[in-house]
């Protein structure tokens, strides 16, 4: 997820950083290089959660433990994500079925527009998740998915 998209929110990376200094070799007596990691670990950032606060560019303001500070260049990348949503992905389910419900009502206001200038004015239309109920007076149809019965063989 990009940075700009999370100012604001507690964010944790993903993934380690990409180190782009090369290793130091160093050279063992059997002539083959051995090579040796830098001092300073790429897995910053993947333990503790931080604040993004601003972004502007190249350059990401972090609060972390209370302190606000520039955020290294090399973890500057997408392998970030929000911390509260990979905590609780319940919630980011419960926002899409919002989404989706708000969709299917918007869906329905043309046949409701439709039915209610050709047809008849009294008409209500009622959108429930996956329900389209159209009401006139004393006579209601309901429209819905159909549930195949399964077959036991």
Not at 34 to 62: A, L
């Amino acid at each position: 997820m990009y940075l700009k998209d999370m100012v604001g929110k507690l964010a944790i990376r993903t993934a380690e950083a990409f180190n782009p200094e090369p290793f130091p070799p160093v050279h063992l007596g059997f002539g083959f290089p051995v090579f040796s990691p830098k001092t300073g670990s790429t897995r910053k950032y993947m333990d503790e959660p931080v604040k993004i606060i601003n972004v502007k560019e190249d350059q990401v303001v972090i609060e972390e433990h209370g302190e606000r500070k520039l955020l290294e260049r090399r973890y500057i990348d997408n392998h970030w994500i929000d911390y509260d949503k990979f905590l609780h992905p319940e919630k980011e389910e419960q926002e899409k079925l919002e989404d989706m419900a708000k969709e299917i009502k918007a869906a329905a206001e043309p046949l409701r527009r439709f039915l209610e200038k050709y047809y008849d004015p009294m008409v209500e239309v009622v959108v429930d998740t996956g329900v389209v109920t159209v009401k006139r007076g004393e006579y209601m149809t309901i429209f819905q998915k159909e549930e195949v019965p399964e077959e036991n063989e």
